[in-house]
């Protein structure tokens, strides 16, 4: 009974010793950490963070517009053209520019003298051209109106090609040209040119080059 | 000549009010001793205006190298680009002017030539974009006006620069699709009027200076035509361009 009574404490003590030694093996138990859910913080954070964005500078590269002017045709006497033309400034001193126009031819010499013969067809009269240039700005400077107004201006030349669609034929053709550019503001300016539109034409029955020297006067605007 | 003056007053107005209704405009505070504002963008433009340390611009826009700004007191002048560069933001950094694209990474061209393509004169301009440094897609409209015929030409194909790191001269070679149109000028007519091609270029690009580049190309065309032989064509021209 008594060996029976201390088998009993004997266990019971070695089992709490083995319990005493893995004491340190027990897993922490995850203590729920009690926020102050109703205490007001202290400190309130003034400071909100703030959204840089840098603005970006807008490019006004560009300048498109619109022109009228007197286109002679070589043998077609001098007639009326309007055109579109667009431009990307490149540096301050070269842009490149395209320029689509059109006219309409007037009575040959031939056609006057001789009444009956037709040289050409109504809509072989239509004079259509398009151009690509280059463009040097070659003095730029003002100009002034009076005592108080100053207006920045540009002489430029142009070179260029393109297409010219006459006698229903499209022919290439060489451009070569003088401008000259007034900023009334910064984004509309005035242009006077003067062009040569040369190409070869075998119209009459010999081949030559043709001059087509316009004069225009353009409204542009840059954006 | 009143009229138009209002007319212009009225523009400038529209202009001004969409312009400011658009986005908030840049400022920058002026570190160097002194800036120059000019008349007109161009180095030519006298200076009309001084801006001292310290003080605060608002960057309007900018035309070429070139930027438009307002003075604290409203005065309004051209600023060249590399002078605007060394000013720096409100919070001390350093203005955000973009550089210049680099020329071996660029991502856009946009470009015109002359060339002769079957003999024939060609005008040319093409529209190029950068899959990778050195693989283009590019898209070309051209039109060739020779004496007996006219076609216009439209091509798309793909280009690859061998060492695009070589800035003045760098070889490339391509391949692509093209269609072209043919009008006749003299009788008889062609048999097509139209017809599927395809080609291989061979040719190159350089960079000129800032913006500007070159580019020359030699293509070989397979025509598809409805006859038991194709017929080929070649082409060769030279562009100028401008990359961004």
Known sequence: MESRLSGILLVAVLLSGCSWFHRGDKKPTPVAVEEPQAEPSI??????????????????????????????IEDFGTNPVYGARAAYHVTEDFFLEGFLARSKAGQSSLENVFPDITVLSNSGRHFTYYDLDVGYNVLPGEVFLGRGRAFNSALYVTFGMGDVKFADQDQFALNFGLGYRVLITDWLAMHVDVRDHVFESSLFGVDKNVNNVEATLSLTTFF | MRRLLALVWLLQ??????????????????????LEMHSGPGRGYPVVYVVGRDETLTVLYSRTDWYKVRAPRGTEGWVRRADLSLTKTDSGEPAPIPPYPEFSAHRWEIGAGYGVYNRQNLVSAYGDFGLTDSLDIEAVVQQAMGTLDNRVIGSIGLRHTFVPEWKWFSPTAGLGTAYQHIQDKVPPAPLESSNQMAYVSLGARGFITRRFMW??????????????????????????????
């Open chain 2, 13 to 34: 107005a529209l202009h001004v009010g969409l312009a400011h209704a658009a986005q908030p405009l840049l400022e920058l505070v002026v570190s160097q001793p002194y």
């Open chain 2, 215 to 244: 580019r020359a190309d030699w293509r070989h065309y397979v025509v598809f035509n409805n006859l038991n032989v194709n017929e080929e064509l070649e082409e060769w021209k030279v562009d100028l361009a401008v990359f961004f």
């Open chain 1, 43 to 72: 400190i309130e954070p003034q400071v909100t963070r703030r959204e840089v964005k840098t603005p970006k500078i807008k490019a006004k590269d560009f300048e498109v517009g619109a022109y009228f002017g007197a286109l002679s």
